[in-house]
T-cell receptor, first 112, second 113 residues
Framework: GQSLEQPSEVTAVEGAIVQINCTYQTSGFYGLSWYQQHDGGAPTFLSYNALDGLEETGRFSSFLSRSDSYGYLLLQELQMKDSASYFCAVRGAYTGGFKTIFGAGTRLFVKA | DTAVSQTPKYLVTQMGNDKSIKCEQNLGHDTMYWYKQDSKKFLKIMFSYNNKELIINETVPNRFSPKSPDKAHLNLHINSLELGDSAVYFC????????????FGPGTRLTVT
């Protein structure tokens, strides 16, 4: 089967750095993605990792360790607008093909 | 220019009714999806179509039937609506069936009373 675990909530202050972890279990691994969703909005794509290592996109970075079945999203220089839910998503093998499953989401609260 | 659009944005209906949600994407993508997000924000895939062919069909009640008339459209029809169907339904699209990047529509908030 497939499963993902991520913390339900994280709180940090403006200007700080926060790391949101994601551990996964999947039969066949093909990539880990991160999505951001503001209240009342739609999920928007942030990053994708298929290979081990760190991918940096502006203030956001994403890391993957396939041997540990683990990844994280790193948000630097936090801003109030970063308050949102963050979902990790894994693409794994599935009867007949591939399937993407999403974690339950981590609610990030950024305080002034 | 809206990339992925859904109609309606809000849908309030009574138990037992039949309703449809429409989705269109103008990104030229070949794969489209329907997701259900419940009140706890859990996002679960329901269906996926690649080039108008059904490739993922999760364990959802038969009352849910997707239809893809062409690559740019994926509609969702729901029969005999139940209270538990209340949720936000998101349409999404991507190029290929890979995970790289999915573009989500604004969502349709369905409330069944």
């Amino acid at each position: 089967g497939q499963s993902l675990e991520q913390p339900s909530e994280v709180t940090a202050v403006e200007g700080a750095i926060v790391q949101i972890n994601c551990t996964y279990q999947t039969s066949g691994f093909y990539g880990l993605s991160w999505y951001q969703q503001h209240d009342g909005g739609a999920p928007t794509f942030l990053s994708y990792n298929a290979l081990d290592g760190l991918e940096e996109t502006g203030r956001f970075s994403s890391f993957l360790s396939r041997s540990d079945s683990y990844g994280y999203l790193l948000l630097q220089e936090l801003q109030m607008k970063d308050s949102a839910s963050y979902f990790c998503a894994v693409r794994g093998a599935y009867t007949g093909g591939f399937k993407t499953i999403f974690g339950a989401g981590t609610r990030l609260f950024v305080k002034a | 220019d809206t990339a992925v659009s859904q109609t309606p944005k809000y849908l309030v209906t009574q138990m037992g009714n039949d309703k449809s949600i429409k989705c269109e994407q103008n990104l030229g993508h070949d794969t489209m999806y329907w997701y259900k997000q419940d009140s706890k924000k859990f996002l679960k895939i329901m269906f996926s179509y690649n080039n108008k062919e059904l490739i993922i069909n999760e364990t959802v009640p038969n009352r849910f039937s997707p239809k893809s008339p062409d690559k740019a459209h994926l509609n969702l029809h729901i029969n005999s609506l139940e209270l538990g169907d209340s949720a936000v339904y998101f349409c999404a699209s991507s190029q290929g069936t890979g995970l790289n990047e999915q573009y989500f529509g604004p969502g349709t908030r369905l409330t069944v009373t």
